[in-house]
């Protein structure tokens, strides 16, 4: 065989294993959603989003559940946004080029590897006991704020950086201080990049477990009246539900993850579509 | 001048001096948040050191990381880390066989083969995987792996080392791929005309051109990976069986570090040994997924200099 027709031939070979990989790891996703959607589509009606569980969690709906994530995620954004935005902008606007930027950049993909459970214990610690807040929803919303805050920045600070050099230069020649170039031009600009990466951000907050399982969840909780109230989440009830059960309810169980999946999916798809319909109107 | 305008010019240079004021307190806690990542880093290593400290005290870092048995709660109480460093070594170990392959195949066909829609939306699925929370992978573990591994190996249960790691290998795929993606991207295209030029087929140029140039990168994306891996929660708590024993294969049922943080720290006395125990598990967990990132982030940092991207 000649060189040239056995480069030939290891090429398509190469592509076809490559190719092969590619169609498993897409045909893993595709068949989990599809499988999930399988399993737990069905359970969800009206009345499952809209009751609360009742016969010892086999029977009626999950809604304190869905209720308890949506604050969780909502006092998760209250902490970590606004600290989150600042510092973004701080690192795109402000920082000068030294050790110390280094190593504020070098903490937050750091903080973006520490392990769920880690920020778990360290909630629990600091928030739950140091700062007396107990096992409450204000604990476990400072907790995962602390996991989304490296997202939150990091976002940020790439949406800041995608706009060109000259808007800032022409707002400063306009005789504007460079907080204001940053709240009237810069901002307003980038604030597409920032909301959507944020709720991506949120999103995965959402799915957690590890770090609001001693920091905010019981299995059982009414809706709660204050943040300093134990709160029911859906990541947590699904883990219960599905190990730890004392009459497994399949069809609770299976709805429980499709709600969780199919509420971040469609959160995390109408961001990105609201993005990239913002990023068309805008050309530099 | 009229008073009037004199009014107005003070009122002026008033509103001056508030917005003035405004933008230094923005300033300041613009600068102050620039701070906050160090802060809350420096703080997860205090508070775990703090509450650590009677367990280092009492026990000792070194008895508890070469102790090889588990009896937290026994009256003759030992809190040797070896039996679940072991299980977390042999998920980790399954779960990077199961996902650096595929991840790094995977990302060398979307960033050197695939084209147009091919390549978005396989882009797109696979950046989807990364969404779904780790209780839900560890649920369609229980419901489709267990019972298969536990049927075709024929063991006696299907909760295992092997089983737990295969899941958090599909869970850290993602991260695999697209971080091995950025840094075939980041290969400058000159260096793949160069070789195309020589009169290299693309296989060639990338087995002997791309991936070389490319190799830190992808060796980073393994280091991130496993930091995912050793850290990961949910899926080891729900699908690696939890026991005490030292694992020899990964067939067996094994304790790992998060998971036994995760089971054990509600049913502990606060304040307590057990309890000081946990933080100090806490502790070497958050050293090595640190350790780790910190080399991957070097790696990664490299590599851009390089590149010039």
Known sequence: MSRVKRARMMESLAKGIMGIATLIVVGIALFLLGYLAYRGAPSVTWEFLSQAPRKAMTEGGIHPVIMGTVYLVLGTAAFALPIGIMAGIYLSEFAPRNLWTRLIRLAITNMA????????????????????????????????????????????????????????????????????????VVLPAAAPGIVTGSILGLSRAAGETAPVLFTAVAFFAPMPSSPLDQTMALPYHLYIMATQAVRPAPHVVWGTAFVLVAGVSIINIIAATWRSAQRKKIKW | MSIGSLIDSRDRSGRAAIRRTAEAVASGLIHASGWAAILILAAIASFLLLNASRALGEVGLLTMLTGDSWYPTSDNEQFGFVPMMAGTAWVTIVALLTAVPLGVASAVYISEFATGRVKEISKSIIEFMAAIPSVVYGLLGIALLVPAVKDILGLDTGLTAFTAGVVVGIMVLPTIVSISEDALHAVPDALRQGSAALGNTRWQTVLKVVLPAASSGIFAATMLGMGRAIGETMVVLMLAGNAGIIPGDPFVSVRTMPGTIAAEMGEVVRGGLHYSILFATGLVLFAVTFAINLAADLVLERQRKRWGR
């Open chain 1, 113 to 184: 590897g520490v392990p769920s459970i880690v920020y778990g214990l360290f909630g629990f610690a600091l928030f739950v006991m140091s700062m007396r807040l107990g096992v409450s929803l204000i604990a476990g919303a400072l907790t995962l704020a602390c996991l989304t805050l490296p997202v939150v920045i990091t976002v940020t600070e790439e949406a800041l950086r995608r706009i060109p050099r000259e808007l800032r230069q022409a707002s400063m020649a306009l005789g504007a201080t460079r907080i204001r170039t940053v709240r009237k």
